[in-house]
């Protein structure tokens, strides 16, 4: 075929058509420059600006991005993200993998417990916190009863200074559902002829999971990774619902921060730099991420 | 406040007032207001004034009160006060609150206590506290005196009620006061004296504070402070309880008397868009007749210096004259008109959560309020040199 040849009518076509495409997105491109791009781009304007909400915006160059520096608030709400990250994302995808694994090889009730382990992510997050809100309770609560039955006093865990974060990551825990069902379908895509060739060759059960599932499927681990790094420094609901930062700022995420300084300190320009900080972190960390998986993640056919 | 509105709009039949209730009232009034679409009026909590007005967010009400002839003197000092802010005034009292002892006769009764004397300074307060703890044979708390945190609403405020003050007024913070070292040396005691872990196992089995599970109401904590509002939670919840109320007890003797006031007010945001006759309905609610209607329908007091003998006559709380005079007590305080309250009340209760759960001595506590407040405040004072207002 050749363009040139034909290019009066197929450019009038191809106008026609892409108005009525134009057209046809609309929709999207409105609601995507109204509700996401202009809010992205005037947040990064008032990240430079003293901003109220209530009172215009002032330009104050980097005064924001200086006094985040010398906030202690602002670093502990960081190092407890980064805290609670370093434990909720590596537990959180070996717990689901290893769940995922059993649930691969155990045939017997697959779809039922599937559904079991799937069903806490259908619960809302509100709904779930509050629930172990009193799961954790230090006077009523199951973990408490359950430790009692050992002739153990439990403490009142999200109260406590020390184990109000174990707490919260061990919480995170009920949420696996989605990436169980993930990595099963992960495994169920591993070609049977993989695994016939490593039984020739006389590879035990965990040479197998190593050396040949593992591989197959890293491009689906590298996924729940950087999903999950972006989830876990975005923690917000849970904790503020169910600790509100508490005590002693132990379990104060940097989203909650964020949010504290936005509508409730009306400092807008303050949350704005901070939501940038996020954003610029959340980008290195992926990126370091890609670099460094870049030599284990393998896709078929590359 | 509909009955209010109700007479007001059959009052006359020029204007007619909508009562619009909202939920989250403070973040509504703020998009609404931010959005340049505000209501003619707002009902806010006094704790807004300092920071809406800081934002130029309402209208000084000045030339209208003096063209109603409404004054200072027309109400209680430290309601006026509250509404006043760098020399305007920029909201008016409606329901006010004041907070005193609450106690639970009963329980005195069974401790062998008399049942009409409440404690009047701290030390009795302890002592009383002390012997209305109970423990179980395992040594489990079941039933407390008195905690510091319960309900924990004013954990900023015992440095207060030591007479310490929280800043200079001017660009000092000064919550490291002797008084404030005192306040939470003696809030520390408690964590100290019945166990930090149990008093928070114990706490923890705390029901929420609008059901007949309340702490108080439920005879696990047989002293608590609270507000001029208890009265309605305990005849909706246990009516059946015997309680009396009376001055929260104080450090020293003759500072007994004084409470910490708080109120809500009617404002005019800035961009209303009549502000008139918005001002003609906040002028009819300051009437007599009508503040002690809309008061009655709350069971609070009145904000207005004068009070009619028909309104404490027909008052159903038995001690609604206490909280009244609690309110006119000299040494009564309320918020502070800082533009940082918000943040500083926060930063105050980190320090309380530190001390009772003994992670901290009170001085360090205190010092990492002060240098972290000091720090925003002279932030802040800069900002406001920077638009050419004045801090206070």
């Known amino acids: ?302 | 406040m509909i009955a209010v509105v109700a007479d007001f709009n059959k009052s006359q039949d020029r204007l007619h007032v909508t009562y619009l209730p909202v939920s989250n009232v403070e973040q509504k009034v703020l998009v609404a207001t931010a959005g340049g679409d505000p209501p003619d009026i707002a009902g806010l909590y006094a704790a807004q004034v300092v920071s809406y007005a800081d934002k130029n967010a309402l209208l000084p009400l000045d030339d209208y009160l003096a063209r109603a002839g409404i004054t200072a003197a027309d109400f209680i000092p430290v309601f006026w006060n509250e509404c006043v802010f760098r020399g305007h005034v920029w909201a008016l009292p409606t329901t006010p609150a004041t907070i005193a002892l609450h106690w639970n006769k009963g329980l005195f009764r069974k401790a062998g206590m008399d049942p009409e004397r409440p404690p009047k300074t701290i030390g009795e307060l302890d002592e009383m506290a002390d012997r209305l703890t109970i423990r179980d044979a395992s040594g489990h708390l079941i039933q407390m005196g008195f905690i510091p945190w319960e309900p924990g609403w004013w954990n900023w405020a015992w440095g207060r009620f030591f007479g310490g003050r929280l800043w200079d007024g001017e660009s000092k913070i000064t919550c490291d006061e002797p008084e404030f070292v005192a306040a939470l040396q003696w809030v520390q005691s408690y964590g100290r004296k019945y166990g930090k872990d149990q008093l928070q196992v114990f706490t923890s089995g705390f029901g929420n504070f609008a059901s007949p599970q309340n702490a108080f109401m439920a005879g696990k904590v047989a002293m608590e402070i609270q507000g001029v509002w208890m009265y309605n939670f305990i005849t909706q919840y246990t009516p059946k309880m015997e309680w009396g109320a009376a001055p929260f007890p104080t450090a020293k003797p003759e500072q007994y008397g004084m409470s910490d006031a708080d109120l809500d007010v009617l404002a005019i945001p800035r961009d209303a868009r009549h502000p008139e006759e918005s001002f003609e309905f906040i002028k009819y609610v300051m009437t007599r007749p009508a503040m002690e209607k809309l008061c009655m329908g709350h069971r609070k007091f009145s904000p207005l210096a004068k009070v009619s003998p028909a309104f404490w006559a027909s008052h159903p709380n038995p001690y609604i004259r206490l909280f009244d005079s609690l309110a006119r007590h000299p040494l009564t305080f309320a918020l502070p008109h800082l533009t940082i309250w918000q943040e500083y009340s926060e930063e105050l209760s980190v320090a309380f959560q530190k001390v009772y759960l003994l992670e901290a001595s009170p001085e360090e506590a205190l010092a990492t309020v002060k240098a972290r407040m000091q720090k925003r405040l002279d932030r802040e004072l800069r900002r406001m040199k920077r638009l050419g207002l004045s801090p206070a």
Not at chain 1, 36 to 48: E, G, I, K, N, T
Not at chain 1, 94 to 100: C, D, N, V
Not at chain 1, 171 to 181: L, T
Not at chain 1, 275 to 300: G, N
Request: proline share 5%.
């Open chain 1, 1 to 302: 075929m050749s363009p040139v040849a034909r290019e009066p009518l197929s450019s009038r076509v191809g106008r026609a058509e892409f108005r009525w495409a134009m057209l046809f997105i609309a929709p999207w491109i409105i609601g995507f420059g109204v509700f996401l791009a202009y809010p992205v781009v005037v947040s990064l304007f008032y990240s430079f600006c003293e901003y109220s909400v209530l009172a215009k915006p002032v330009w104050i160059g980097a005064g924001n991005f200086r006094d985040l520096a010398d906030d202690d608030v602002f670093w502990i709400s960081l190092w407890n993200t980064f805290r609670f990250a370093a434990f909720a994302l590596p537990l959180g995808m070996i717990f689901s993998l290893g769940l995922a694994a059993m649930l691969h090889i155990c045939a017997i009730g697959r779809a039922t417990f599937r559904a079991i382990f799937f069903l806490p992510s259908l619960v809302p997050v509100v709904a779930n916190a509050i629930v172990w809100m009193w799961m954790f309770n230090g006077e009523y609560g199951l973990l408490n009863a359950g430790l009692k039955v050992f002739g153990q006093q439990g403490a009142n865990w999200l109260g406590d200074p020390f184990w109000s974060m174990p707490a919260l990551i061990f919480m995170g825990f009920w949420g696996v559902g989605g990436s169980i069902i993930i990595f099963l379908a992960a495994f169920q895509e591993v070609p049977v002829e993989m695994y016939e060739a490593a039984e020739l060759d006389g590879a035990s059960s965990w040479q197998k999971f190593w050396g040949v599932t593992v591989p197959l499927i890293s491009p689906v681990i590298f996924f729940q990774l950087i999903t999950g790094i972006i989830g876990v420094l975005q923690v917000f609901a849970a904790p503020y619902i169910m600790t509100g930062g508490g005590p002693m700022r132990r379990t104060l995420f940097y989203s909650m921060y964020l949010y504290d300084n936005a509508f409730r300190y009306l400092r807008m320009g303050y949350a704005c730099a901070m939501a940038w900080i996020l954003f610029l972190l959340i980008l290195a960390l992926t990126l370091v991420a890609t670099k460094i998986s870049a030599r284990y993640v393998h896709y078929q056919g590359s």
